[in-house]
């Protein structure tokens, strides 16, 4: 009896396959320009400018008001002649590594950067923690560019 019924579900299947590919084949298509919201095709639409980095020094520009609390904070100058940062060399800690702030003078590194929040988080150490020490991951020095998209948010 169950031998039966193997063969029987095996072709069922085959046989709701081959309708399905039929109907597929001979379905009309539809243009891309009926598909989405906008009428016409996405090739039409020209390409946004390309994003021109941000070439200010150090202190030309104010500091950058963040988005939300606990936003790590947006570089105000231009950040392409510091990179890449290596093991040996990291500029941002170079210029950044002071006690406190002083007008004129850079933003001093937090103490949080000095504090392993996977190992030992209760310990702040002498030197700025392996996953902190590469900058740009969460720093990011923004483009001279318009927005594409108008913004509102406020909090």
Known sequence: MKKFFLPVILLSILVLMMGTLTLLGTSKRIPDT???LSKSSVFDEPAPDPTRTNQSE???RPLIPRGF????PTVPHGVIESLPITFTENQCVDCHEVDEKEPGEPTPIPRSH????????????????GARYICVS???????????????FSQ
């Not at 609390?69 to 790590?72: A, F, G, I, L, N």
């Not at 000095?114 to 002498?126: E, K, S």
């Not at 969460?138 to 509102?152: F, M, Q, R």
């Open 138 to 152: 969460c720093h990011v020095s923004p483009g001279d560019n318009e927005p594409l998209v108008k913004n509102a």
């Open 114 to 129: 000095y504090t392993d929040l996977r190992n030992a988080p209760g310990v702040v150490g002498d030197q700025i923690v």
């Open 58 to 60: 150090p202190g030309d």
């Open 69 to 72: 609390p606990e936003q790590p």
């Open 34 to 36: 009926e598909i989405g």
